[in-house]
Structures are given as C-alpha cells and as structure tokens.
C-alpha cells in the first residue's frame, strides 16, 4: 500500500514569490493534515481536513496561507507571499476515519532566500 | 502551556547499549492517546507506537518497549540493544479526545538519538 505523497521533496525560492505543495494521502484516508515543523522543533499543525471540509484551520496564517482539498483526497498548500520566516519542513499527513493514528508523508522542505 | 514536555535534547550511546526516552504529557481530558514517532535523517516522521489513557499495560514490540504512568503523567519509550540505524529524533505526541482536539497531534521537541558502532 502506497504511503503519504507529498511534492515537491525540496523547493527553493526568493522572498515574496508564490509556493505551493502538493499531498496525495493513504487510499481511503478521509482526514488530511497539513503540518509546519521548523528546525529543532515538534511538527505543528497549520489545517486539518475532513473529506473536502476544513474543520480546524485555526492556527493557518490565513493572510499569507491557503489551502484547499476540492474533491477530498488529494491537497494543495499555498504561501502568496512566501518571508524568509516561512523556511520550514510542510509535512502531510492522513488518517482514517478513527482518526487515532496519522500517517506523514516526506514533506516538502522549503528555503526561502 | 506546552502539553508534550521532551528534557532530553539529546542522548548518544555506543551500539548495543540501551536507550530510554523521556516524554512528560499534560492534559485535562480523561480521554486521549499517546504516540511515539521516529524521524530518521530522510526527514519522514514513522509511526511507532500508540497508547490510549485507558490501557497503562506495558509492551515490549521487539527492541521497542515503553512505561506508561498515569500518575506521573510519563510515557516513556527505550530501545533495547540499539543499532546505528535507530539515530534518529524521536518525538513523543498527545492527541487528546475533545471534539475540537481529537486527531489534533501535539508533539514534543523532540529527542536526537545517536548511536555509534
């Protein structure tokens, strides 16, 4: 069974241009995560999806970040624009419908220079 | 308040020798789970393990165990006779079962293991 897909594997940019990250989860994983994990630290969680809803978005930076999930299954993650302080580890992240265990993709290492 | 509480920043041991993560957790909810993830140089966060605050039983899964203590609020995970390929940081994560929290992961800072041949 194919695990969490996540493209690209390294992207590098100048401030203030756009960037976008792509997710594909588990086969009939209903819930998706995108997650920030900055250097030395735990992963953090930017937005999580059920289906094609998303129901915690609470700790997205909505002025710079968005996010969308059209036909629930597969992700999309924007920064427009991206800062210097955007330079992190974007981890995805799925899970079945319990919920109870969730499942990271490679993730999508981000320099912003 | 920081839910996921990792003191060690990082533990280096010789192959073979055993190695004991701790991990201190703080919630309200009488309901949650327990997770230990490994993050080896790749950069992919791999699931270990899973406990839920109903089940204090501890498990040995191959060289993987871990101790888990209500009372203290631990849940603390070893390696037994470690290998080179177990470097790696490993991160401790509460998912608490609140509607609003459940499936949420609060991770640790995580540890750095390294073990040398």
């Known amino acids: 069974e194919a695990g969490v897909v996540q493209s690209p594997r390294y992207k590098i940019i100048e401030k203030k241009q756009p960037v976008a990250f792509w997710c594909n989860p588990i086969?009939?994983?209903?819930?998706l995560y995108w997650y920030l994990q900055n250097l030395g630290q735990g992963p953090e969680l930017l937005i999580r999806?059920?289906?094609?809803?998303?129901?915690?978005d609470s700790q997205l930076p909505k002025d710079r970040f968005s996010a969308e999930r059209l036909k629930g299954v597969d992700s999309t993650l924007k920064i427009q624009p991206a800062e210097l302080g955007d330079s992190a580890v974007y981890l995805c992240?799925?899970?079945?419908?319990?919920?109870?265990?969730?499942?990271f993709g490679p993730g999508t290492r981000l320099t912003v220079l | 308040a920081q839910k996921v509480t990792q003191a060690q920043t990082e533990i280096s041991v010789v192959e073979k020798e055993d190695v004991t993560l701790d991990c201190v957790y703080e919630t309200r909810d009488t309901t949650y789970y327990l997770f230990w993830y490994k993050q080896p140089p790749s950069g992919e966060l791999v699931f270990l393990i899973r406990r839920n605050s109903f089940d204090e039983q501890n498990e040995i899964s191959g060289r993987y165990s871990w101790n888990f203590q209500k009372s203290t609020s631990s849940f603390n995970f070893t390696i037994t006779a470690s290998q080179v390929v177990d470097s790696a940081v490993y991160f401790c994560a509460l998912s608490e079962a609140s509607t609003d929290s459940w499936g949420k992961l609060q991770f640790g800072a995580g540890t750095q293991v390294v073990v040398t041949p």
């Open positions: 992240a799925s899970s079945g419908w319990s919920r109870d265990t969730q499942y």
């Open positions: 999806y059920e289906n094609e809803e998303a129901v915690d």
């Open positions: 086969s009939g994983h209903n819930t």
